[in-house]
């Protein structure tokens, strides 16, 4: 009985990201390694789908250098963090963004269609605003607001300054 609650929860959620007005469009990349290790045999030594390190699994590939990104879809998200009053700039017409944003996001595709996944940590959100201007996140951390499996899950993410596209007409002739 309980499970239902979590599930009602979920579905609940996925259509008010979905459908809310205040939604963005985003499209979620996975940080995959693509160093390789070789075995005393000269084949690829692996652990858990990654390259091992001296014959040791890797835990997290937070510290590699040969990493590339691949594109899990497209998703909606929505802002969801509890409001907090940012301070001012000195010239007092604009408010600083705060370094972390909780928010919801959801996959386009449904749970039970090719393409579906859920954001976990260390992911890249690319946020599209229109006109071409991109902001980039990285997933730090999940949360969650319901402790009863399949979990309500939300991420906090952390902006990406490097890779912000922030001139929207600079592909215009």
Known sequence: MLANV????????????????????????????????????????????????????????????????QELGEARMLLCGVFQPADMNERSDATLQPQLQETQIVSIAGPDAAGYFEVDSGDLVIQDLGLGVLLAYDVATVTGSVNIPPFVRRVVLQPRDDLHALDPFASLP
């Not at 459908?19 to 693509?34: A, E, I, L, Q, Y």
């Not at 858990?48 to 040969?66: C, F, H, N």
């Open 6 to 69: 979590s599930k009602s929860v979920t579905y609940a959620t996925r259509q008010v990201v979905l459908r809310h007005p205040n939604g963005f469009s985003c499209g979620v990349w996975r940080r995959k390694v693509t160093r390789t290790e070789k075995d005393d045999q000269g084949g690829d030594s692996t652990m858990g789908g990654s390259p091992t390190l001296g014959g040791m699994g890797v835990l997290r590939a937070d510290d590699e250098i040969d990493i590339d990104y």
